[in-house]
DNA sequence: CAGTGGTCTAGACCACCCT
DNA sequence: GGGTGGTCTAGACCACTGG
């Protein structure tokens, strides 16, 4: 008896196992569509809701994509590898395996781009940033897609004094991207920290990013500190957690 | 107009969110009961599976927790910062403290443990650790349960043939735990990676947890390579998602 | 033992896709 | 227009909790 206690399979499960592992076994490539809801239901014998809830599972962890008139088609998953940490003097540990396998390289467009004055971003980007009462705050938005899917939202927070009349509050930055232009403002970034949490998506950032509701998102905080300790940027991301694999290399 | 488009709230949504904002509110405490799905299926005109559907999100993430035969009960969330860079940094565990002791200040409780031998670890793991087609590894698993509640689950794997004979294959380590004892060996810990993906628990990893299946986990893989570059162990963590922020810390 | 949530059935209406 | 998934209703049985 393999039986493990609390481990007992319900019929979604039963179902959805099989649906995976005949992907898994190349039954079903990538672009391929599954059985409906009514096939699975005839061949299991079970109602049709049942047989839904096993094919939501697979939609929810992103194994395929179900669309209204569609059925449930495999999608090709390769996840992303971010890299959290600059790589410097890689040389050596650059030969060192990783656990999961991972696309780097490719480069995503960005579309959704908005930048704005925000007099009131949210609480702890006031706190963190050292806002006071009536300052405000420089926000520029985006939207990351890779081949055709979106995989990412970010808002970048900036004290609005400290970057007015800089390309910073314009839609192109320049060559460096916002952190050389901090650099130019005299408080290049020097620290970083990133704060991950994990939780299923608003409404909004689902739609945003086509995913399910059900799908968790990574939300992912990154603050930039100058020289003197000061944060000087919060950038908030968005992630669909089922195209992701976060990395953090660093040493003892 | 504040229409967004794709973001029109299902009936579910809305009780959800109306449950969420009294819990935030602070109408409902940690221990008090949320109104049943009957009650609110009336209060709402709702089908109770409807409203049952809306107390499912809540239970996903980990808002209220659900019990058969008694109802959601609002539970009191606070979750666990863990620092990825510090905690590992040398003299954290040279000197016999414990590595849970530089997360938060709560010291979680340690059950299933188990140390055994592997012949066939997972295939990525052999990958990872070089390890020959008759090599074992040893294993070390074990949960942590913090204030009573399941929180991680963690699988440490090392070559056995490094390790045979030492303090790693017993269960109590001794003062600085693996790390330590690796370092006794000659091939103490100078480099480390982690690797952090999001997906849905496996009925067993559910079970052990406590937590619904569809409550995402956190997969943490952290590898640890010594002064050669050679990856001398490998800790594949799963955390309760719910209960987590990772925090990483680094220089420019 | 009454009430609860967990699972499942049977069937409905709608919006959307594809042919 | 037929088939699909998304949402919802109405009702059933079971396992478990609590008084």
Redesign the interface.
């Known amino acids: 008896m393999t039986d ?6 319900t019929k979604v ?1 039963q179902i959805a196992d099989d649906l995976k592992a005949a992907i898994e076994r190349g039954d079903y490539g990538p672009g391929d569509r599954l059985p409906g809801e009514n096939a699975l239901a005839a061949q299991y014998g079970v109602a049709s809701l049942t047989a839904r809830r096993a094919l939501k ?1 697979l939609s ?2 992103g194994l395929v994509e179900s669309k209204k008139g569609a059925g449930a088609r495999v999608l090709s998953f390769r ?1 992303i590898r971010r890299r ?3 790589r410097v003097a890689s040389g ?2 650059g ?6 396998s991972a696309d780097d390289h490719r480069a995503p467009d960005v579309d959704q781009i908005t930048v704005d004055e925000d007099a009131a971003p949210p609480e702890h980007v006031r706190d963190v940033l050292e806002l006071g009462p009536d300052e405000t705050a420089c926000v520029r938005s985006r939207r990351y897609v890779l081949e055709g899917r979106p995989v990412m939202l970010a808002a970048s927070y900036l004290p609005q004094a400290l970057v007015a009349g800089s390309p910073i509050t314009q839609a192109d930055t320049g060559p460096g991207g916002i952190y050389a232009r901090l650099a130019d403002l005299g408080h ?13 998506p608003t ?2 950032e ?2 945003r990013l086509s995913i399910p ?2 799908r ?1 998102v ?1 939300k992912l905080a990154r603050t930039a500190f100058d020289a003197d300790g000061r944060a000087v940027e919060i950038n908030e991301m968005t992630l669909d ?2 195209a ?9």
């Open positions: 493990e206690v609390g481990a007992q399979r499960q599972v929810t962890e996840p959290g940490i600059p050596q540990w030969s060192g395996r990783s656990i999961w290049a970034p020097t620290r970083f920290r990133e704060e991950i949490r994990v939780r299923l409404a909004d689902a739609a509701t059900d968790s990574i957690s089922a992701y694999v976060l990395d953090y290399e660093f040493d003892a």
